[in-house]
């Protein structure tokens, strides 16, 4: 079992650049999570994956920022023209499709952390 | 409005038991409350989930009361290494966003 695993671990980018992370779930799990963690906060969900279906996204979660996921595998997010604001952690979750999302055990990656200079 | 609430912190020392509450006063009717602990530089760690009443496993045990206003994170003999952040997950009725975790207790275990 290799987990969840999130590339790159760390990234320092420019105001206004665009960056992309990516996210290996663990390989028989259909569903796959993205959060965003700040300093001291619980993780913020931004959007999860069943399959390659993106079944929800959060209405916090602005135009500039996508996520994929192709033949429901592995798991991209991008952000497009970063702000200061979009530093934090990023974490990729995921788990094998149980009632509902609230039921699922998610297995977390070590998450990716974004400073936008 | 706070969606779940939860202590900032707590403090207790090696062999007590620790009890960390969360208040999610909007849960969902039919979701589930998950709870998780999360070390520095690491994601979240599954530790218990359930829907009403007690859960127990093999590391803590989980108290939600009938109106499912609250749950209790029960932590038995905890050692220095059950320093971490402990957070609830739970569903909330009528929100955008469908998965909320709390703020987290930030739980210090002393020799």
């Known amino acids: 079992d290799t987990g969840v695993s999130q590339n790159p671990r760390h990234k320092i980018t420019k105001r206004g650049q665009n960056v992309t992370f990516r996210c290996d779930p663990i390989?028989?799990?259909?569903?796959l999570y993205w959060y965003r963690q700040t300093l001291g906060q619980g993780p913020e969900f931004l959007t999860y994956f069943q399959n390659e279906a993106q079944l929800e996204k959060s209405r916090l979660l602005s135009d500039r920022f996508s996520a994929e996921r192709p033949k429901g595998s592995f798991s991209t997010l991008e952000i497009q023209r970063t702000e200061q604001g979009d530093s934090a952690m990023y974490l990729c979750?995921?788990?094998?499709?149980?009632?509902?999302?609230?039921?699922?055990?998610?297995?977390f990656g070590p998450g990716t952390r974004l400073t936008v200079l | 409005l706070a969606k779940t609430t939860q202590p900032i912190s707590m403090d207790s020392y090696e062999g007590q038991e620790v009890n960390i509450t969360c208040s999610h006063n909007n849960i969902a009717t039919n979701d589930y409350i998950t709870w998780y602990q999360q070390f520095p530089s690491q994601g979240p760690r599954f530790i218990i989930q359930g829907y009403k009443t007690k859960v127990t496993n093999e590391v803590a045990s989980l108290f939600i009361p009938a109106d499912r206003k609250s749950s209790t994170l029960s932590l038995p003999r905890v050692s220095l290494s059950d320093t971490a952040v402990y957070y609830c997950?739970?569903?909330?009725?009528?929100?955008?966003?469908?998965?909320?975790f709390g703020a987290g207790t930030r739980l210090a275990v002393h020799p």
């Open positions: 390989s028989e799990h259909n569903r």
């Open positions: 979750a995921s788990s094998l499709e149980g009632v509902g999302p609230s039921t699922d055990t998610q297995y």
């Open positions: 997950l739970v569903v909330l009725s009528g929100g955008y966003n469908k998965l909320i």
